[in-house]
């Protein structure tokens, strides 16, 4: 998978699914249980499913195939290619969000192998474009096309992994919300002209100005349901001062909230939505005056704050009627999934086995995954991996990506367990 190049703009996610439909094909599975659809020839997404008996509605395993673009310039090494140094596997996708993919479909192939015979069917799906998104996102095509392919009581998906620090691991996280995204597009527009002859009034300085005031500009710091339970369960992980901090965010702190917002910043993230400049054009000529300044201010939003919330509060940071904010796309925001004792419990029961004395902690995530798609529509989701990773060396989405290989291998058994305690009957 890692040597697809499946990113949205110069790679496809079609040849992963044949990829692995024809490693299924291989390991005995029916044409009839193999389904590659999708928006765009380019784009196609693979659902296989493993029958069981019907007892209970079926479960969905979620992963997407699609990366964010990597260029080689940037790294250290061809990301599109599997490397294995020092104990890591680096490469584009490597933890977001092809170990995932892989896994689910290498021990889908270890239940067919050992006639395991679950009380529901087992769905995998591994979709298209959860990075790019628009026309081509695989969940969005799927529920909205093919929603019998992955109709389910409940999803585990990406978005929760497992926190360590100093070689410890500390918390196996368990996404139940996460955030939103708004991509707002800030405009300078004016007339331009010679370069020889500069005026006041310039479209790059006017956004540059405007770009100033967002970056000092911070949103207030809260809690919801969600984080105020993430906290109260760090508290009782962290060691020293920041332990009390945490605790204290849980119990509604503001001045614990500060201290804890300026300790980390995935703390400061969970605890308020964040807005920040990602993408800029300008300009149409070395010896011209710029006609257009642009930029992206990427904003990961709480779901309890509205999109007019949102949009109002740039408005008033940026304070500047000629500096236009629009938005691009359609935005929608997803309702939480319940903590449901049956997943929990399977997947602290899992953890315990596994890595004893490592609390599960659920939490809402930073960033933004296909989950909101899936609890829109009715199906409960849950960001689980047992994958670990160094909290003060998270690669997603950069350079030299890479998974530690002991984590990859842990990852593997914890989800075959994981999958098979919640496919079969309570005892």
């Known amino acids: 998978m890692i040597e697809i190049n499946s990113s949205f703009s110069t790679g496809a996610t079609t040849p992963v699914a044949e990829a692995v439909a024809a490693r299924l094909r291989s390991a005995g599975f029916a044409e009839s249980s193999i389904h590659i659809a999708g928006a765009s020839p380019k784009k196609q997404n693979i659902v296989v499913r493993y029958r069981g008996t019907g007892a209970r ?36 996708g490597t933890t977001d969000d092809k170990a995932q993919a892989a896994l689910w479909i290498a021990n889908l192939i270890r239940y067919k192998q050992e006639a395991f015979r679950p009380d529901r069917d087992i769905i995998v799906a591994l979709t298209a474009d959860e990075e790019g998104g628009g026309p081509y996102n695989g969940v969005d095509w799927l529920i909205k096309n093919r929603r019998d392919l992955i109709e389910a009581e409940f999803c585990l998906n990406e978005g929760g992994w497992g926190e360590m620090a100093d070689g410890k691991r ?13 991509n707002f597009r800030l405009e300078v527009r004016n ?21 100033g005031r967002v970056a000092a500009f911070s949103f207030p710091l809260k809690t919801n349901e969600i984080t105020r339970a993430y906290f109260a369960e760090m508290g009782k992980i962290e060691k020293g001062a920041i332990a009390n901090d945490l605790e204290q965010v849980a119990q509604g702190s503001e001045d614990a909230m500060r201290r804890v917002a300026a300790a980390s ?113 009715g199906i409960p989701t849950y960001g ?18 890479r998974l530690s290989m002991q984590s ?13 305690a919640l496919a079969k009957s309570p005892e």
Request: charged share 25%; aromatic share 8%; net charge neutral.
């Open 57 to 92: 509605k079926p479960i969905l395993l979620l992963a997407h195939t699609d990366v964010v673009e990597a260029r080689r310039d940037d790294w250290s090494m061809d990301p599109f290619k599997l490397n294995e140094r020092a104990g890591f596997f680096y490469g584009r």
């Open 170 to 182: 500390l918390s196996n996280d368990v996404q139940v919300s996460e955030k939103y995204v708004i």
């Open 191 to 211: 007339k331009g002209g010679h370069s020889s002859m500069p005026v006041p009034d310039n479209a790059i300085y006017r956004l540059a100005a405007a770009l």
């Open 265 to 377: 910043p995935a703390w400061n993230a969970t605890l308020r939505t964040t807005c920040v400049a990602t993408q800029l054009e300008g300009g149409h000529a070395p010896n011209a005056l710029p006609q257009l300044a642009a930029a992206t201010v990427n904003c990961r939003v709480l779901p309890e704050d509205s999109v007019e919330y949102v949009r109002d509060a740039l408005k008033k940071a940026i304070a500047d009627d000629q500096v236009n904010l629009t938005i691009p796309q359609t935005l929608s925001r997803g309702p939480s999934s319940p903590m449901r004792p049956d997943v929990l419990g399977a997947v602290s029961k899992v953890t315990d086995s596994l890595w004893p004395g490592v609390r599960v902690v659920p939490i809402m995530v930073m960033g933004a995954t296909d989950g909101r798609a899936l609890r829109m529509a």
């Open 384 to 401: 689980v991996q047992g994958v670990f990773l160094d909290r003060n060396d998270m690669r997603m989405h950069g350079r030299d990506e």
């Open 408 to 420: 990859f291998y842990e990852a593997q058994t914890f989800l075959y367990e994981l999958v098979k």
